[in-house]
């Protein structure tokens, strides 16, 4: 089992920042792929950004390239989310996500934690 708690969910000012933060125990955290969705009123969870346990390579959804970016520390089993240049359309309630390797569908997903609300105002 894996227990997954996110944090730095809030408001925030279009254009301004946040940074969430994921912190894993229950496995050896430096092992498991890492991601982060989110999902929107009315809308389906979509990736958003995913590292791999074993060499940290990152993998990103379109609509943030270039603005999100995810980092992981294995000596903190904790996983973060930068995001940059928000936007009204950010808005969404962000999940950490864990598995064996990077989760990029959600349907393939093991381990959620409880999700954070993340509003951007315009």
């Known amino acids: 089992q894996v227990q997954l708690v996110e944090s730095g969910g809030g408001l925030v000012q279009a254009g301004g920042s946040l940074r969430l933060s994921c912190e894993a125990s229950?496995?050896?955290?430096?092992?498991?792929?890492m991601a982060w969705f989110r999902q929107a009123p009315g809308k389906e969870r979509e990736f958003v950004a995913g590292i791999t346990g074993s060499d940290g390579s990152k993998y990103y959804g379109d609509s943030v390239k270039g603005r999100f970016t995810i980092a992981r520390d294995n000596a903190k089993n904790t996983v973060y989310l930068q995001m940059n240049s928000l936007k009204a359309e950010d808005t969404a309630v962000y999940y950490c996500?864990?598995?064996?390797?990077?989760?990029?569908?959600?349907?393939?997903?093991?381990?959620w934690g409880q999700g954070t609300q993340v509003t951007v105002s315009s």
């Open positions: 229950g496995r050896t955290f430096s092992r498991l792929g």
């Open positions: 996500a864990a598995d064996q390797s990077v989760p990029t569908r959600h349907e393939k997903v093991t381990y």
